[in-house]
C-alpha cells in the first residue's frame, strides 16, 4: 500500500505541475496581456481627453469673436481672391490718384509658413506728381485689400517727375497647405491711354 500511496502522490504532482505549466501558465500570460491591453487602452483614453480638452479650448477662443470682428477678418482676409480685380483695383487707385501707370501684374502665389495664409504678390510701375504719389499711398491705406508693400523704389525721371516701382502683396485664408504656384503676368499698360 505505502507503494501505491506514494505512486499517486507522485502522480497528483506530475499532474499539478502539468495542469500548471499546460494550463495556469498560459492563462496567466493572457491575463498579463489583457492587462497591458487595458493600460494601453487607459493611456490613449487619457490622450483622447486631452485632446478634447485642447480642441474645446479652441472652438471657445473662436466662438469669442465677436461678429463685428469676424466680419472684418473675412473683409481684409478672404478665402479666395480674383488676381485680375485686385490688378483692376491697383489700376483705378493709381488712375485715381493721378498716375500713369507704366505696367501692373500679378507676380505669385505663396503659401506663408507657418500660417494659415497664402501671400498673392503683385508688381506696380507709375510715374506721375508728388501729390499724386502720396494721394496713391493714401488710397492704398484706404481700399479694401489689406497691402503690404515688400519691396519700394521712388525716383525721378527727367521731367522731374516721381516713378514709383513697387511690390506690394496681399492675402488670403487657406485652409490647407497650397502648391507654390509662379505666374509671372505682368501686364504692359499703354502710358497713353
Given at each position: 500500500m505505502k507503494n501505491s500511496s506514494l505512486i499517486i502522490k507522485v502522480l497528483s504532482i506530475v499532474v499539478s505541475v502539468v495542469l500548471i505549466m499546460f494550463f495556469a501558465l498560459p492563462k496567466f500570460e493572457d491575463i498579463k496581456a489583457v492587462q497591458n491591453d487595458i493600460s494601453a487602452y487607459q493611456e490613449q483614453l487619457a490622450n483622447v481627453d486631452r485632446i478634447n480638452a485642447q480642441l474645446t479650448s479652441y472652438?471657445?477662443?473662436?466662438?469669442?469673436?465677436?461678429?463685428?470682428?469676424?466680419?472684418?477678418?473675412?473683409?481684409?482676409?478672404?478665402?479666395?481672391?480674383?488676381?485680375?480685380?485686385?490688378?483692376?483695383?491697383?489700376?483705378?487707385?493709381?488712375?485715381?490718384?493721378?498716375?500713369?501707370?507704366?505696367?501692373?501684374?500679378?507676380?505669385?502665389?505663396?503659401?506663408?509658413?507657418?500660417?494659415?495664409?497664402?501671400?498673392?504678390?503683385?508688381?506696380?510701375?507709375?510715374?506721375?506728381?508728388?501729390?499724386?504719389?502720396?494721394?496713391f499711398f493714401a488710397q492704398i491705406e484706404q481700399n479694401e485689400y489689406l497691402f503690404e508693400f515688400v519691396a519700394l523704389d521712388l525716383s525721378a525721371n527727367e521731367n522731374g517727375e516721381v516713378v514709383i516701382e513697387a511690390k506690394i502683396t496681399t492675402y488670403t485664408m487657406s485652409d490647407a497647405p497650397a502648391e507654390n504656384q509662379e505666374s509671372n503676368d505682368f501686364i504692359e499698360i499703354d502710358p497713353l491711354n
Open positions: 472652438v471657445n477662443e473662436i466662438n469669442a469673436i465677436s461678429v463685428t470682428d469676424q466680419s472684418a477678418l473675412v473683409t481684409f482676409l478672404p478665402d479666395d481672391m480674383d488676381p485680375i480685380a485686385v490688378t483692376r483695383t491697383l489700376q483705378n487707385i493709381i488712375q485715381t490718384a493721378g498716375l500713369r501707370p507704366q505696367g501692373i501684374g500679378h507676380d505669385d502665389s505663396l503659401e506663408v509658413e507657418g500660417l494659415p495664409v497664402v501671400a498673392h504678390g503683385f508688381s506696380v510701375s507709375a510715374t506721375g506728381s508728388y501729390d499724386a504719389m502720396t494721394e
